[in-house]
């Protein structure tokens, strides 16, 4: 069975994804800061490994895959933090913090995978973007230029890696009712709200994601590379239809 690799497995999207790959017949591997974080989805999933690590700390990283008796075949890199405020109000340590993580470390986990993955010959990547990082809004701060940044580095990825038989691609989930995502949605008429601005009028699940990440995984998507699939209900292409005519 091949093995996927999902980092922030415990969060959100990582442990829908995770579910996703189970049903699909996958094995799976979650890696979080902490086991607690991972509690719920290691429930359902008691086969799965389970790491403790931190991306932005490469030896928690190199810990795990020498844990492992075989390279996994895909690794998501998904784990992510968001904090929304104004630039002016952005020390340098937040701004770096925010890079650090959804920026460098999957930068340092996706080195680290495919030093071992071109050893094989195959292997499979996908970064977790974000519309954030397409459409920027005022807040969005470091998390939409690591974002950004993210989509770029695929990009680079799938160049170089490509032809040691590697594909690198990203997803970039719209506005999901769910992970980090889940407080902004408390209160009912904020989605109520927002959904109106996407084509087809409802918000994102995790599910959706899930979906994408794994079918982008498959081999029905193996001639797919240094693509960044928006998973978005049309939102980020309606910026007209919202201008006042
Ligand atoms: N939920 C959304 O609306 C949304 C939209 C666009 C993009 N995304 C992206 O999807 C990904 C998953 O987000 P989510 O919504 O599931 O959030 P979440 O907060 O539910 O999950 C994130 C997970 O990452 C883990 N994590 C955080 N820092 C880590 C680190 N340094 N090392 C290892 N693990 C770490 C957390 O413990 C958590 O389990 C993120 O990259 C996020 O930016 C989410």
């Known amino acids: 069975m091949p093995l996927a690799f999902i980092t922030g497995g415990g969060g959100g999207l990582g442990s829908e994804t995770a579910l996703r790959a189970h049903e699909l017949g996958w094995d799976v591997a979650i890696f979080d800061l902490s086991r607690d974080r991972a509690a719920q989805v290691l429930e359902k999933l008691p086969d799965a490994h389970f790491f403790e ?12 895959l020498d844990a ?17 405020q104004p630039l002016l109000d952005t020390s340098t340590e937040d701004f770096a913090r925010m890079i650090s ?10 080195r680290l995978f495919a030093e ?13 973007t974000s519309t954030g990082g397409i459409a920027t809004s005022p807040g969005t701060n470091a998390y939409a230029s690591a974002k950004r940044g993210l989509a770029a580095m695929t990009e680079i990825m799938a160049l170089e890696w490509g032809p040691l038989g590697l594909r690198i691609n990203s997803v970039a989930p719209g506005m999901i009712h769910g992970g980090m995502s889940s407080g902004i ?12 601005g996407v084509p087809l ?23 797919v590379n240094g693509h960044e699939l928006v998973v978005d209900g049309g939102m980020t292409k309606a910026a007209m239809a919202m201008i006042p005519r």
Do not use: C, Q
């Open 53 to 64: 690590g931190d991306v932005t700390d490469e030896a928690s990283a190199v810990a795990a």
């Open 68 to 84: 492992l008796d075989r390279v996994p075949d895909l690794l998501v890199n998904n784990a992510g933090i968001v904090k929304f």
């Open 101 to 110: 993580i959804n920026l460098t470390g999957a930068f340092t986990m996706a």
């Open 116 to 128: 071992r993955m071109i050893k094989r010959g195959s292997g499979s990547i996908i970064n977790i």
């Open 185 to 196: 949605y408390d209160d009912p008429s904020v989605a109520e709200r927002r959904s109106k």
């Open 201 to 223: 009028r409802r918000l994102g699940t995790e599910r959706d994601i899930a979906h994408a990440v794994m079918w982008l995984a498959s081999d029905e998507a193996s001639y």
